[in-house]
């Protein structure tokens, strides 16, 4: 089988992999135990954490803690769909096709763009596919990423453009401002992908830098991961943004300990940007009686079609999430978007004052939306831990989304729907105690 695959040896298949991810030697693990002892010893590891749900919580980076009601639970196990496995057959499952259509509907309204797409797996990797489809609409082969673009989305970025020959260019992170991003714009350049607001919080005003891109003729890829401030921001295409991608897990999807989630990617309604989305699209139709119905329109992917002339490898979206995401987003409703957009950005405005007046703390990003910086009179990351400590998880170090990068005093924090004046209290006074 080697001499067929054209290797000397098994280690010789896993080259790709860094030699410090590798095991060397066998797992530290007993040789053998029963069943009972295995569970009695995770149990105690599992002690060790400090849980979401049980503690004041500001994490955020990218993944954010918000109240998911009841009904979305008892919703998506309705036979409706739990029942249809995938919507291939659309006589037997009207139930999901007419949901990710509205699922469409909602996200193209939301991101105010034309078309958007049956869902990807997640925010970074929708990132990707529209770094992907940038290229195949313009032609070209090179893409400038904001340094304040979230470091996950711009690494997964970066893996999938490298094998289609597509060059990434990435900015330095500049917290509180949008980086010279425009400066790196040329004739070359197929998109450029800016984060709003960004993964420092900071909000910016995207249309100078769509203007920049069109005027090159490249396109403006606009990147958010925290959906909830489409509530109260303006839509990346009112701004001029070509292709909207995003995380939609704040809606009805729990942080479940990184995923699955829920991707979001929506584009303008050009032909050629219809053509080449990836994914799969769900419209809607009428039967030979004359019927409302709803098919499967558009499957440009290789499970479908050659895959040469695919747009995409994705082998689904992440239909589960999708419902639970529209089931959320109706029960809330426009105005209870919007309000609860409201609240979020609010309870952020009131700890941004109130932990920015503490001493040797400053305020880094001064317009946000529920998450913001700032700086400490200190190492971050050890605050985090000394917080943690005390009961409190006060939000995520720039160090570990930007290792020896020069941030190490900069601290990550999120304020939701979720967060109580209790917590506010307990976060304020342990800070306070901890400095």
């Known amino acids: ?21 590798r095991l060397d030697g066998s797992v530290d693990l007993p040789p053998k135990a029963t069943e009972i002892a295995v569970e009695r010893a995770f149990t105690r590891m599992s002690r060790r954490n400090l849980s979401a749900g049980e503690a004041p919580f500001f994490v955020g980076a990218g993944a954010y803690k918000h109240h998911v009601p009841a009904t979305v639970d008892h919703m998506i196990q309705r036979s409706e769909y739990l029942t249809s496995y995938t919507p291939y057959q659309p006589e037997i499952s009207q139930g999901t096709l007419q949901t990710l259509f509205e699922f469409q509907t909602q996200v193209a309204a ?19 596919e529209a770094v992907l489809m940038a290229s195949r609409v313009t032609k070209r082969k090179k893409a400038v990423m904001s340094g304040n673009l979230h470091p996950h989305y711009a690494s997964s970025t970066h893996t999938l453009a490298k094998y289609m020959d ?19 714009i040329d004739d070359e350049t197929a998109c450029v992908v800016v984060q709003n607001p960004d993964v420092f919080g900071q909000v910016h005003d995207l249309e100078p830098l769509a203007k920049a891109a069109h005027d090159k003729g490249a396109l403006l890829i606009a990147v958010f991961t925290e959906v909830l401030s489409l509530g109260l921001m303006k839509s990346p295409g009112s701004m001029g943004a070509d292709i909207v991608v995003g995380e939609g897990q704040s809606l009805g999807v729990g942080l479940q300990f990184g995923g699955p989630y829920v991707g979001l990617f929506a584009c303008r309604g050009d032909r050629n940007f219809l053509r080449n989305m990836p994914g799969r699209l769900a419209g809607e139709t009428v039967d030979a009686d004359g019927r409302r119905g709803f098919v499967l329109t558009l499957s440009t992917r290789e499970q479908h079609i050659r895959r040469d002339k695919a747009t995409s490898n994705i082998c689904t ?18 105005a209870g978007f919007t309000k609860l957009a409201r609240i979020n950005h609010e309870r952020a405005c009131e700890l941004a004052d109130r932990l920015s007046a503490l001493p040797g703390v400053e305020l880094v990003t001064d317009a946000f939306f529920n998450e913001f910086t700032i700086r400490l009179p200190g190492d971050a990351a050890k605050v985090v831990q000394a917080l943690a400590d005390k009961g409190v998880l006060g939000g995520v170090p720039a160090s570990r989304l930007y290792p020896g990068k020069g941030h190490d005093d900069l601290l990550l924090v999120a304020a939701t729907e979720t967060n109580t004046p209790e917590d506010f209290d307990a976060l304020e006074a342990a800070l306070k105690e901890v400095l």
Request: charged content about 15%; aromatic content about 4%; proline content about 3%.
């Open 317 to 334: 979206n992440s239909g589960l999430m999708a419902l639970a995401w529209t089931v959320h987003m109706t029960l809330l409703g426009q």
């Open 110 to 128: 939301l991101t105010g763009m034309d078309i958007a797409n049956a869902s990807m797996y997640d925010g970074s990797t929708s990132c990707a």
């Open 1 to 21: 089988m080697l001499e067929t695959v054209g290797v000397a040896s098994i280690d010789d298949l896993f080259s790709d992999v860094p030699e410090a991810a």
């Open 166 to 184: 597509i060059n990434t260019v990435s900015q330095d992170a500049n917290p509180g401002s949008l980086d010279d991003i425009a400066a790196a």
